[in-house]
């Protein structure tokens, strides 16, 4: 049965969590996260978590313009990855900026607590008027 996008977006946040958790242990690749998270290759999952990889130097500077008195780095992991993954959307996708927000905060409040899905919030309500 084919997964949702919202099921997969899950699914990236999962992949680049255990990816954060383990990029420097060489005890697994990206490549062996991706292939234990998902059942089938999924491109929109790969085009995600390898846009969120490749280009996550930019997204955190641009989170960490609007995190007052925080970083990105001090985020809990899962919320890093629900902010990465959601910027990048923002960015570097034609994703409509209402299901990009909505999505962040279902994980969200699935997955981290409230002062953390305030600052999802308020990170990517800045990024979408500037």
Known sequence: MAKTRSELREKCMIILYQWDLLKNSNIISLEEIMKNNLEIEND???DIVYGVITHQKEIDEKANKYI???????????????????IFELLYTDTPEVVVINEAIILAKKYSDESVRKIINAVLDKIIKE
Do not use: D, H, P, T
Not at 68 to 86: P, Q, V, Y
């Open 44 to 46: 929109f999952v790969k």
């Open 68 to 86: 007052s008195e925080w970083n990105i780095e001090r985020l809990e992991k899962l919320g890093a990855s629900i902010l990465r993954i959601a």
